[in-house]
């Protein structure tokens, strides 16, 4: 069973927002976004007891509850069994809610269930007002088959039983908060199915090692014994065994007299509350859970073996990675022997013999910031190793691992898989304090916009078909996008020195304003990271050369960029606007016809620096230096400046 979503209302800065899932999702915004607090409502619905406080409430606005729900779906035949009354369409939703104001209801779990609204008010009621609603009710012809009752603990089981019968006479509600719960409520029903780690960022993992709830590495060692531990048959056999000893023990026939207790409270609680009574009912146990066995972590690096605690921060962080990799090796070599095992040969062969019913819950994994401590190979290991995680592609992967990470690298991210990105953002709201919101977008949609914006014939373009036109420009720098405030795409290397270089000699610092220009080797590549940018709500300015009178001009390349920007079609445009660019020629065309004595400061500048002019166009250091030379000299290039003013005032409004 895997998470699906998860809407969250009035906690943080997230008034009202839902986070659609996939196997693997990547939160990528900017520092102070709400990236976290996605990450932090998770864990606050499956923690047992959070410390609540004002400040965790939108605006500190305690009035309103705060609202964690979580939608699951890939549902084992067990779930479905576990969460039968709660199941809807192969999916069900469970609500923490979190009160102040409320302290009764503050950190319940809510199921949704088919409720018939006629009976809201009977269930609100107590005492002989139930009963007695109840049987004003019955006396309706629509509610006739309703059957009598004389308590008031009859209501509901008869009520429930009505709604089983007619269920397109009702709509789903939130229950009375009696859900299963993650742990402690109920029989804890969520734990055996769905498995919870934060990995957060600001927490050593030498703090983790600790026995607790808030401790990952302890978390995923617990994990990783178990999955060793269930492929023993005689543990499990004796787990079983043990199970049915204690509920022949407990179970109501050993205990005759419960009844008669019942009845002998009944008589007492009637003297001081008539038509009122009292039923003892065994609840069903819970699975016995037999204690693992504690590890004490240490680590071994330049033959110097340590706790954790003594560790690098790099290294404590690739342990978590680690024990994430080696859980899922063992699930691999339990179902493995599970399935290879002779069912008819009773030796161990020098080691127990696998249970091959004892499947581990799904596994959901948080982690904010992966890359932190990591140099960049290994940032780029530990991307692929979370992919495969929740790709299932570590060969014989027996349960669903879900990967859920925020993170600020780009080497953790790609425009091929922006199916995985969700981009959080903050704007304005009503209660005065910006609110977080949260963006997402599809490779098909991309590929079905570029299809008809293109114009080409034939069945219409999908992810498949777009994803091998996006290798050639699949790198960090273009990744680089997806973390900006405002994306400029331009040509090539010349190009984004000119602007950055002109840019800083009006005194802007495009990257310090959060400005990504992004060299897309030829116009020819800038269509598809231009609307996926774009579809993924971040602001996009587009600079290119028109090439009139070349060879390789490709004017529909022209008219193509021209669509995407929504204004009027071209050969060869030239013009400035508030949505992008397209110059004369090309770039050094322009430069050399707007700036007196260019191309012979760029020469002398390359030589005395030992580049090629190719190499020193690309510098924006040599390039600045020669723009402020002809700005001295009163010599400025016009259109440079209104592209790079034109960036400024879209940058400016974003945000606003």
């Given at each position: 069973?895997?998470l ?33 607090a996605?990450?932090r ?5 499956f ?33 479905k ?29 809510f199921g ?16 002989k ?55 402690g ?84 609680l ?27 972590v ?35 070599k ?22 091959a ?5 799904g596994?959901?994994i ?15 290991q ?10 299932g ?17 780009p ?18 709201s ?7 919101l ?12 570029l299809?008809?914006?293109s ?26 996008g997806?973390?900006s ?151 400025e ?15 400016r409004?974003?945000v606003?």
């Amino acid at each position: 069973m895997i998470l699906e979503s998860v809407q969250i209302t009035n906690f943080l800065s997230i008034v009202d927002e839902t986070l659609r899932l996939e196997d693997l999702t990547v939160l990528v915004g900017s520092n102070g976004s709400g990236k976290s607090a996605f990450l932090r409502a998770v864990d606050y619905f499956f923690l047992g007891s959070p410390k609540i406080s004002d400040e965790d409430f939108h605006a500190r606005d305690t009035q309103k509850d705060i609202a964690v729900t979580l939608t699951f779906t890939g549902l084992s035949d067990e779930a479905k069994l576990d969460f039968q009354k709660y199941v809807n369409d192969e999916r069900f939703s469970v609500t923490r809610v979190f009160s102040l104001g409320n302290p009764e209801i503050s950190g319940k779990y809510f199921g949704s269930t088919l409720q018939h609204a006629a009976f809201k008010a009977i269930r609100g009621a107590s005492g002989k007002e139930k009963t007695n609603a109840y049987k004003a009710l019955r006396d309706q012809a629509a509610y006739s088959e309703l059957p009598a009752v004389s308590r008031q603990d009859q209501v509901e089981p008869a009520l429930i039983a009505w709604e089983e019968a007619h269920p397109d006479e009702c709509t789903r509600s939130r229950d009375s908060g009696q859900f299963l719960g993650y742990t402690g409520v109920g029989q804890g029903s969520l734990r055996r199915h769905i498995r919870f780690v934060l990995v957060p960022a600001v927490r050593e993992a030498a703090k983790e090692t600790e026995e607790g709830r808030s401790s990952p590495i302890s978390e995923l060692l617990d994990l990783v014994v178990r999955s060793r531990m269930a492929v023993h048959a005689e543990l499990e056999a004796l787990r079983q065994e043990t199970q049915g000893k204690l509920k022949e023990l407990v179970s109501p026939s050993e205990s005759p007299d419960l009844d008669h207790l019942g009845g002998a409270l009944s008589q007492t609680l009637q003297q001081y509350a008539t038509d009122t009574a009292i039923r003892l009912q065994w609840q069903d146990l819970a699975d016995l859970a037999f204690p693992q066995p504690k590890a004490l972590v240490k680590l071994r690096e330049h033959d110097f073996e340590c706790t954790v605690d003594r560790a690098g921060h790099g290294l404590q962080r690739a342990l978590i990675v680690t024990l994430l990799q080696h859980l899922e090796a063992e699930r691999h070599k339990g179902q493995a022997k599970a399935v290879d095992a002779d069912p008819g040969d009773d030796s161990d062969g020098g080691g127990a013999t696998p249970a091959a019913d004892t499947p581990l819950p799904g596994l959901l994994i948080a982690i904010e910031e992966p890359e932190l401590y990591q140099h960049p190979n290994r940032q780029r290991q530990i991307s692929s190793v979370l992919l495969r995680l929740a790709k299932g592609e570590i060969p014989g992967v027996a349960g669903r691992t879900q990967i859920l990470y925020s993170t600020h690298s780009p080497l953790l991210v790609s425009l091929d898989r922006m199916d995985q990105v969700r981009r959080v953002s903050r704007a304005a709201s009503d209660t005065g304090v910006k609110q977080t919101l949260v963006r997402a977008a599809s490779l098909n949609s991309v590929a079905a916009e570029l299809w008809e914006l293109s114009g080409k014939p034939g069945a219409k373009w999908h992810a498949d078909s777009l994803r091998p036109r996006l290798e050639g420009i699949l790198n960090p720098w273009m990744n680089e996008g997806f973390f900006s405030e405002l994306v400029v795409l331009v040509e090539g290397e010349s190009d984004r020195a000119a602007l950055l270089a002109h840019a800083a000699t009006k005194g802007h610092d495009l990257e310090a304003m959060g400005v990504s220009v992004i060299p897309c080797d030829g116009k020819a590549s800038m269509d598809r990271p231009a609307l996926i940018f774009r579809k993924l709500g971040v602001p996009t300015y587009i600079v290119w050369d028109n090439d009139q009178n070349r060879q390789d001009a490709r004017p529909d390349v022209n008219r193509l960029l021209c669509r995407i920007l929504g204004r009027a079609e071209e050969d060869y445009p030239t013009f400035v606007e508030a949505r992008g660019a397209c110059i004369q020629g090309n770039l050094e065309q322009l430069l050399e016809a707007e700036l007196a004595g260019y191309a012979e400061r760029l020469q002398a500048a390359c030589a005395a620096q030992g580049l090629t002019t190719r190499e020193g166009r690309k510098k924006p250091g040599v390039v600045r230096a020669i723009l402020t030379e002809c700005s001295a000299q009163g010599s400025e290039s016009a259109t440079l400046g209104a592209i790079v003013e034109a960036i400024v005032v879209k940058r400016r409004r974003s945000v606003t």
